[in-house]
């Protein structure tokens, strides 16, 4: 065994601090570029699959240097044979002392720039980040009524989910049964002035990848929000970059590769007038101290199908004509968080805490409306200090941040949706997030009621300033109907008449009103439930597996129905699980 050999060339004499002596290992020189060659691949490797953007107000980068540091240190600590013996420990801890001290220098970076970024110190600033008009809610927001209710969506991003599974079946035709499932992330959009859903597509697993790679995603998912329809896009050479994808094709490495420094959101899907596939990337920057107010100052646009990028500064997004088909610039959750900053913080942090004098924030939930083609956030707004009514609302435009707050006191969501299935409670239906419309200068919340497979069944309006004031109905034109009724019954006037008011089809136009039916049979089956301060009765009858309504008002001998009684209804239709009845006989 060769004898350990001690450096005492050192200004130390070869000794460390408290006399112990410090013995490096045979061929350091070797060792440590080892040492420094492992830590590169390491590196290399890190970066390929976290990607980081080099960027000072980057946290991710800061992270990234330190678990490199780190990953020098206990690869010299390997390779200096502390390990095997512990009189190279010394050594080992001496060799690490300059990157400990740099990782100790970066932790102090990071949590100072916490600090100069807080909203303790800089409750201020964060409450001017997004600059918020007061709107007047008649004049701004247009009549439903008016238009038919042609551009409301009636399906939420579960039936959307039902919907997109069972569009994949088109997908055989294309010869790739099995091959891919759905992406579990919908992007709501206005397709030709129409709101649409879509879903994008993802190998089914890597085996899969290996197999379909060089053909790629052959298709996305558009569904239409008003006929429910679901329809496969085929793209011509496929979708080439996704967020779903592998290694080189995987959009956020596409992305940090071309822009190693830009502060990145999570990309949203979209397509132009044409249905080309685009994926839409938000540049971010850090605009209150050194981490906080994040904010949107442009985007980077990448072709699907070819990877092209191009980069828009915010001002080209807002006012270039030729990207009004653009929708989503700023996601949901960057634009709720930018308003509970400026609702909670402009009286200063401890205000928001103690006082709570004039602050509010927004509900637990929010939605989309379309307006003038572009896409809209709702949400609403509640004071900090009663959190069980609804101040107002915001409307926040999604591709210029342009924000509305609207005022208006009522309930909130979830009263309104608790209201909607007390309306159905028989059928233990679900009601989807409200939708704030305007029927007749009423805001009024819309909801689809959905069923334990989340498919639309019914509808129901609530009125936001006395909930108690509600409707459902089968089809829209029913609820609508039932709903302006109600609010012609509690005083309300109106200026639209309901024989303006056209059914829905799938082909969005309008139809002519059906004839009256005469349907006759025994009663199998009789429930009852109390609407809006009405007795309801719902009978079924041996000829249909349908429920037909009858208000107790409009025909009191309903009262004294049994089972096995023979009796007539004139109705519209003979579709629909819940049909009203227009005439007893």
Known sequence: MDPIKVDFSSKDGGQGKGGKVIIPPEKKGIKILINIIVTLIAAGIGYYFYLPAMNFKSVDMYIFFAAVLLVYCAVNYLTSGALKTPDYAPYAKKSARIPTIIIALIVVVVVIGFIISSVVFRAKSYSKIIDVEPGNFVSEVSDSSDDSFSSVPRIDSDTTSVLAQRALSDLSELGYVSQFTVQPSYTQINYKNVPVRLATLQYSNIIKWFTNRDTRIPAYIRIDTITQKAELVKVDGGIQYSTADHFAHNLIRHLRFKYPTYLFAEPTFETDDNGNPYWITAKLDKTIGLFGGTDVVGAVICNAATGECVEYSLEQLRNDTSLEWIDRVYSAELLVEQYDYYGSYQGGFWNSILGQKDTYSTTEGYSYLAINDDVYLYTGVTSLTN???????????????????????????????????????????????????????????FMSLKDSSNLVKMYALVNVGQYSICAEGSSLTECIENYLSELSKNGIKLNVSTDNIAEENDSNSNTEKPKAIEVTGKITDIRTAVIGGESVYYFKLDTSDSYYSVKASAAQKVIIFNTGDTVTFTVDTESGTIIPVNEVK
Do not use: C, H
């Not at 909130?412 to 409200?434: D, H, M, N, R, W």
């Open 387 to 445: 959190d069980e009514s609804l101040t107002g609302f915001t409307l926040i435009n999604m591709r210029t941040k342009e924000a509305k707050y609207y005022t208006i006191s009522g309930a909130k969501e979830s009263s309104a949706q608790t209201s909607a299935e007390g309306l159905v409670q028989q059928y233990k239906y679900t009601a989807s997030f409200p939708l704030l419309l305007n029927v007749d200068g009423e805001p009024t919340y």
